[in-house]
């Protein structure tokens, strides 16, 4: 009994430190690198003044949107197109996104379900969790990422309290994430080789699918929900 006290409290006191991590970091720099990660030139000039440990650097930044942070992470991944070419910049980004996505997933593992509510909202958590905790629910998390303006991170945090492997879990969500980061460094890329009207395109027709993506989210639960039910 004394060790499941003293276990809540441990897990109590890391989500307080967690919790004041972020909105230390939210509104200390974040507003910043968001205005920075919308001019490209800038950005790049900021990470190469790290020389070698830039990579590094692009890697935590894509760790902290995931994590902690509200970052856009769609101009992020623009800007590590910008920076690092097509091929650099979304190997970099899956990266740190990965790494992100562990930390979340296995931070949400530990704490439980109860903790968990304290930053997401219930009925959120609970809709979520009822939707990936099926047999199918590599599926979902596949189709789930895949559309532009999906709320993953958050889905990320809730996974964790759902009983899917791990493993099942972050093949299908990288998977899905890959066209979306993918197109985001072909058009950072294009614009650093001032081929403005293909990134135009491919901006207007990401944010075509991101605002789909937007206005259909609910039918696509219920959807997801009466998929589900069927099964």
Not at 142 to 150: E, N, Y
């Amino acid at each position: 009994m004394k060790n499941k006290q003293f276990n809540l409290v441990i897990r109590v006191l890391f989500l307080v430190l967690f919790l004041t991590l972020a909105g230390v970091l939210t509104c200390s720099y974040m507003p910043q690198l968001s205005a920075l990660a919308k001019e490209p030139a800038r950005f790049r000039d900021l990470l190469l003044a790290y020389g070698s440990w830039s990579q590094a650097a692009f890697i935590i930044l894509q760790i902290l949107q995931v994590v902690a942070a509200p970052l856009p992470g769609e101009i992020i991944q623009v800007a590590g197109g910008y920076v690092y070419g097509v091929l650099g910049g979304t190997m970099l980004s899956l990266t740190g996104i990965l790494l992100g996505s562990l930390a979340a997933f296995f931070l949400c593992r530990w704490l439980g379900y109860p903790l968990l509510l304290t930053f997401i909202k219930p009925e959120k958590a609970e809709r979520w969790r009822l939707i990936i905790n099926t047999n199918r629910a590599e599926m979902v998390i596949f189709l789930v990422f895949l559309i532009p303006g999906a709320p993953k991170d958050i889905l990320t945090f809730i996974a964790g309290i759902t009983p899917i492997k791990p493993g099942n879990f972050f093949l299908a969500a990288m998977l899905g994430r890959f066209p979306g980061i993918l197109v985001s460094a072909v058009i950072g890329a294009q614009l650093e080789h001032h081929q403005y009207f293909l990134a135009a395109i491919l901006s207007l027709a990401a944010a075509l699918l991101c605002l789909l993506g937007f206005l259909y989210r609910d039918r696509f639960m219920t959807f997801l929900r009466h998929k589900q039910s069927k099964v």
